[in-house]
């Protein structure tokens, strides 16, 4: 029986730190989306991430929307960007992105 990995929590400002296969949770606005690649984009503060959709049959977001994906990085990056395949996307369009980078920079900073 396989298991599927938690999702640890990264700011997109830290995640040009991750490599391959780690499984990840970050958080910011939905930039673009291309159906026919494929291939959305989300950034915040000046960061972003492109993220892989072809697992994800749902509803999309809409340009603008807050969304958190979850998933594994598939591409360490490259100019700047990193790629993720995304297992699950969900928009959360309540959340304060600022108070959220501090909360998770704090979460971060004492599990270290």
């Not at 990840?24 to 492109?50: C, F, M, N, P, S």
Request: hydrophobic fraction near 40%.
């Amino acid at each position: 029986m396989s298991t599927v990995p938690s999702a640890r929590l990264v700011l997109l400002k830290d995640v040009v730190e991750c490599r391959n296969g780690d499984s990840i949770r970050v958080t910011g606005l939905w930039k673009k989306y291309d159906a026919g690649i494929d291939l959305a984009v989300i950034q915040y503060d000046g960061h972003e991430v492109q993220v892989d959709t072809a697992h994800i049959d749902q509803i999309w977001p809409i340009e603008g929307d807050i969304v958190q994906c979850l998933g594994e990085v598939t591409e360490e990056a490259t100019f700047g960007t990193v790629r993720m395949s995304a297992r699950v996307i969900r928009i959360v369009n309540t959340l304060n992105l600022d108070l959220y980078e501090k909360v998770v920079q704090l979460r971060n900073s004492t599990m270290s």
